[in-house]
């Protein structure tokens, strides 16, 4: 019914949620949202959506899909002090299916 999709620092056109819908052949009439560009603290902005998307649609099943792809901010020289954002940040991601549908 919704999908909402979040991508780190990675922000593809068209858009993550698009390219799913595309590619898993979903319904035409699935919502979809996708978020980026605002790197990890997006993900607990796209819960909140979540939330705020199964208030306003009762009973309706959301996917949440992120990722962290920080491919673009990997630095691969020598020096230390730049090598910071590889040390702290990794690429991963999760999916998981909420509802509020008590059955």
């Known amino acids: 019914?919704?999908?909402?999709t979040n991508t780190s620092i990675y922000c593809p056109t068209p858009s993550v949620a698009s390219l799913m819908v595309n590619m898993f052949k979903m319904r035409e009439d699935?919502?979809?949202y996708h978020l980026g560009g605002m790197g990890c603290a997006m993900g607990v902005v796209g819960l909140n959506l979540v939330r705020d998307m199964l208030i306003a649609h009762p009973g309706k099943v959301?996917?949440?899909?992120?990722?962290?792809?920080?491919?673009?901010?990997?630095?691969?020289?020598l020096r230390q002090e730049a090598l910071v954002t590889n040390a702290?940040?990794?690429?991963?991601?999760?999916?998981?299916?909420l509802t509020n549908n008590p059955s």
């Open 30 to 32: 699935v919502q979809c």
């Open 88 to 97: 702290l940040f990794r690429m991963g991601g999760y999916a998981s299916i």
């Open 62 to 77: 959301c996917l949440f899909v992120g990722s962290e792809i920080i491919t673009s901010a990997f630095y691969p020289g």
């Open 1 to 4: 019914d919704i999908l909402i």
